[in-house]
């Protein structure tokens, strides 16, 4: 296997290794380098270009008041972050901390977002994946809750493809109260 290449569910799949438009691999319009974010009991599905960074763990600094979900705040690259738990986004039980967890640190996509970046815990690292018309099939029935844009398969293998934009509205209503 080759340094761009990655094997999931006993399939190989290439990646691209940057989103660099002067890269010499072809993109269109149907080719969407993702990224696989694991979680403890699902895994994300996101364009490569909302992650900025993936850290280890750092212990956050606690906010007072803040809902369950919002774990606190870290630094980052002289930036003040707000880490969150997606899975007590969804109200299920947050993960234990581990060898495995870490930060993945995401470019906001809204521009009416105060906060450029903002932080997730993970568990385990994010695997790079392009996702083509022949490998990624969604689910007709849309998702309970706002925070998912929709259940999906990635290569067989069940994913979720969160909805950022309610996420930061999510963040900044917590904010700014």
Same mark, same amino acid.
């Given at each position: 296997?080759?340094?761009?290449?990655?094997?999931?569910?006993?399939?190989?799949?290439?990646?691209?290794?940057?989103?660099?438009?002067?890269?010499?691999?072809?993109?269109?319009?149907?080719?969407?380098?993702?990224?696989?974010?694991?979680?403890?009991?699902? %895994?994300? &599905?996101?364009? =490569?270009?909302?992650? @900025?960074?993936? *850290?280890?763990? #750092?212990?956050?600094?606690? !906010?007072?008041? /803040?809902?369950?979900?919002?774990?606190?705040?870290?630094?980052?690259?002289?930036?003040?972050?707000?880490?969150?738990?997606?899975?007590?986004?969804?109200?299920?039980?947050?993960?234990?901390?581990?060898?495995?967890?870490?930060?993945?640190?995401?470019?906001?996509? %809204?521009? &009416?977002?105060? =906060?450029?970046?903002? @932080?997730?815990? *993970?568990?385990? #690292?994010?695997?790079?994946? !392009?996702?083509? /018309?022949?490998?990624?099939?969604?689910?007709?029935?849309?998702?309970?809750?706002?925070?998912?844009?929709?259940?999906?398969?990635?290569?067989?293998?069940?994913?979720?493809?969160?909805?950022?934009?309610?996420?930061?509205?999510?963040?900044?209503?917590?904010?700014?109260?």
């Amino acid at each position: 296997m080759t340094k761009n290449q990655l094997s999931l569910s006993k399939t190989t799949v290439k990646s691209y290794p940057h989103d660099d438009p002067a890269s010499s691999h072809p993109q269109s319009g149907n080719l969407v380098p993702s990224i696989l974010i694991p979680l403890q009991d699902q %895994t994300l &599905l996101l364009p =490569r270009t909302t992650i @900025a960074e993936v *850290i280890p763990f #750092i212990a956050p600094d606690p !906010l007072q008041d /803040a809902p369950q979900w919002l774990y606190g705040t870290l630094r980052w690259r002289e930036q003040l972050l707000l880490l969150i738990s997606f899975e007590a986004l969804q109200r299920k039980p947050a993960p234990p901390l581990s060898k495995q967890t870490r930060i993945v640190v995401f470019n906001s996509v %809204t521009r &009416l977002s105060k =906060r450029k970046f903002y @932080a997730l815990i *993970i568990q385990g #690292i994010p695997q790079l994946i !392009l996702a083509r /018309a022949d490998n990624l099939s969604a689910f007709p029935k849309p998702p309970n809750s706002p925070l998912l844009h929709c259940c999906a398969e990635i290569n067989q293998c069940p994913v979720v493809i969160p909805n950022l934009g309610y996420l930061e509205e999510m963040l900044q209503r917590c904010v700014t109260g």
